[in-house]
């Protein structure tokens, strides 16, 4: 069992940047592959990332964010730059097998944080 608690969301203006961790506990988190959704209201769950022995980035946001981890302290960390009111929503960490493939299905990830609120101003 794997706990994921993800925090740094908050406001922000057009252009500007946020960093959102992901803190874990439980099971070895280091052999886990660990991604990035983001859910706007009325809108389905969509994938922004995915870091497991190589990083994916879905192509809206390729180039603006980042996704790296720190295995010592059991985090993940999204660096999301260039920020644009499209990017609002509520971005969630999930962590899977890093092996097989479907990493933007978010039905294949087994564990889920709370989420955290991004809202980006025009």
């Known amino acids: 069992q794997v706990q994921l608690v993800e925090s740094g969301g908050g406001l922000v203006q057009a252009g500007g940047s946020l960093r959102l961790s992901c803190a874990a506990s439980?099971?070895?988190?280091?052999?886990?592959?660990v991604g990035w959704f983001r859910q706007a209201p009325g809108k389905e769950r969509e994938f922004v990332c995915v870091m497991r022995w190589s990083t994916v980035y879905a192509d809206s946001v390729k180039g603006r964010f980042t996704i790296s981890r720190d295995n010592a302290k059991d985090t993940v960390y999204l660096q999301m730059n260039s920020l644009k009111p499209e990017d609002t929503a509520v971005y969630y960490c999930?962590?899977?097998?890093?092996?097989?493939?479907?990493?933007?299905?978010?039905?294949?990830?087994?564990?889920w944080g709370q989420g955290t609120q991004v809202t980006v101003s025009p």
């Open positions: 439980g099971r070895t988190f280091s052999s886990y592959a």
């Open positions: 999930a962590a899977r097998t890093p092996y097989g493939s479907n990493w933007y299905d978010p039905g294949t990830y087994d564990y």
